[in-house]
């Protein structure tokens, strides 16, 4: 298993180009399952979660093809086996959002039940009830999903009882191919819906409102092929400024949209970070003498949860008293043990944590837990003394596209080893 060595000390300076959104590039993928024709998709990251979707799409009996660092075509023509098995889904909980398209398309799905996982119990009963609601008939059997809907969905008024995004989009996904409009209200406003109503748009379906509350689709026959570019990683993004920050450094990221980033510039300016934005490109310096803020989790536009935990890294080297609370999941607390055994004086209770800084950390064996929790580990490494050992760097793989290669050439002493 790779683990990533670091050593701590240096200020990170130069350029990091962005790279495409993991949590767009997935929902994209499914979508390919709508239609016939081939699908082109622009700036799909390698990381591993787009791996586990492309095998996914594959044993649908999808033709995906990518060839060196150019666009990923898929062409779903014909889908001989219109199902998620549990060996997919168990390692990616995403994998669920093949749900919508498949019963669109074909009139059935069966889809694994996506398990825990390390950050909360992570359900997916709000996308059952609504395509109940559009017409499916739902079975839980043997840990799977089972959707029928052989006369295909109808259009129909639903209402998220909690904001869910990857939920959102699957019902995006499923009423597109609907008879009749559908109202989704209470959805998701994040950038990576947007993203995913514009290909789906190209591909001939008639949505209105996607990146506010209340989405409204008129279903088609048809959907046809499209050629899309993915937006960049706003979440890859955040983490680059905030490694800038926490070593002192003087940091620009490239390719980056700034109006997606909102919540944590702010926060970072609150700081005492010094940001500014421009053209595709976010800059940040830091002295190094930061400012203890409070940063709550909230649905987009608020503070995203996927950086939670690297902004809690941030403030384990800022003066003061930092209040964290999440709200979102019910167990993202994964990387506080290990940023306290690297130094940090950091206690929970209940959805706070609470961190007293400044404190100097010291680098030590720490053991990532999930995707961003990683992240927070990283980052914490690259102000910590002396080495730190990453270990479980496959979390981090999962939705980082050579994190060590780019942070490396910012002057990051760090290395991958197996
Ligand atoms: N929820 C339910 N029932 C549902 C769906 C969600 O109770 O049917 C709850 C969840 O348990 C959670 C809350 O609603 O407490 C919000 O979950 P949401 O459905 O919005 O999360 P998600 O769609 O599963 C996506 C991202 C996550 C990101 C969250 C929140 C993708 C592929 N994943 O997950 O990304 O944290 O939205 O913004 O888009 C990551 O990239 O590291 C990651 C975990």
């Given amino acids: 298993m790779d683990k990533f060595s670091i050593r701590g000390g240096t200020p990170l300076k130069g350029e990091i180009a962005i790279s495409g959104s993991k949590n767009s590039g997935l929902p994209a993928l499914a979508a390919c399952l709508l239609t016939d024709q081939p699908v082109v998709l622009h ?5 591993r979660d787009i791996r586990t979707m492309k095998s996914l799409l594959a044993s649908t009996g999808a033709k995906v093809d990518r060839r060196g660092s150019g666009p990923l075509s898929v062409q779903a023509e014909r889908i001989i086996r219109p199902e998620a098995p549990y060996d997919l889904v168990k390692t990616m909980r995403a994998s669920s959002l093949v749900l919508g398209p498949l019963v669109a398309r074909t009139g059935r799905a069966r889809v694994s039940l996506p398990g825990g996982c390390a950050i909360g119990a992570r359900p997916i009963n709000l996308h059952m009830r609504a395509l109940e ?11 799977y999903v089972e959707a029928e809907a052989p006369e295909g969905l109808h259009g129909a008024a639903i209402h998220f009882d909690r904001i869910t995004v990857t939920g959102t989009e699957d019902l995006m996904m499923a009423a597109v191919l609907a008879k009749g409009e559908t109202i989704l209200e209470n959805a998701a ?10 290909l789906l748009t190209r591909m001939g379906a008639q949505i209105q409102g996607a990146g506010t509350s209340t989405i409204h689709i008129q279903g088609v026959d048809h ?3 499209a050629e899309h570019t993915i937006i960049p990683d706003r979440i890859e993004a955040g983490t680059f400024l905030i490694a800038g920050a926490i070593t002192g450094g003087d940091i ?4 980056a949209i700034a109006e997606h980033l909102t919540a944590l510039l702010l926060k970072l300016g609150e700081a005492g970070v010094e940001v500014d934005t421009g053209g595709g490109r976010i800059h940040v310096r830091s002295s190094g003498s930061l400012r203890a803020v409070d940063a709550t989790t909230e649905e987009y536009p608020g503070f995203p949860t996927d950086l939670q935990a690297q902004f809690m890294a941030l403030m384990t080297q800022a003066e003061g008293i930092s209040f964290i609370t999440e709200t979102i999941f019910e167990n993202r607390f994964m990387h506080v043990p290990e940023l306290v055994r690297m130094g940090a004086n950091i206690r ?3 959805r706070q944590a609470i961190v007293a800084g400044k404190r100097d950390l010291s680098g030590a064996g720490v053991i990532a837990s999930d995707l961003r929790a990683s992240a927070s580990l990283v980052l914490a490494g690259l102000v910590a003394k002396g080495e730190t050992i990453v270990d479980r760097v496959y979390h981090i793989d999962r939705g980082y596209e050579k994190i060590e ?5 910012a002057g990051a002493q760090i290395r991958r080893f197996d």
Avoid: C, N
């Avoid at 700036?43 to 990381?47: A, I, K, L």
């Avoid at 406003?189 to 514009?198: C, G, H, I, Q, Y």
């Avoid at 620009?252 to 390719?255: I, K």
């Avoid at 290669?405 to 050439?409: E, N, S, T």
């Fill in 133 to 143: 609601q559009l017409g499916a008939r739902i079975r839980q059997e043997h840990g």
């Fill in 43 to 47: 700036r799909v990251p390698r990381v």
């Fill in 252 to 255: 620009t990221v490239t390719g």
């Fill in 189 to 198: 406003r994040e950038p990576e819906v947007s993203d995913l109503a514009e």
């Fill in 348 to 350: 929970i209770e209940g």
């Fill in 223 to 225: 959907l046809g092929g």
């Fill in 405 to 409: 290669g780019k942070l490396m050439r």
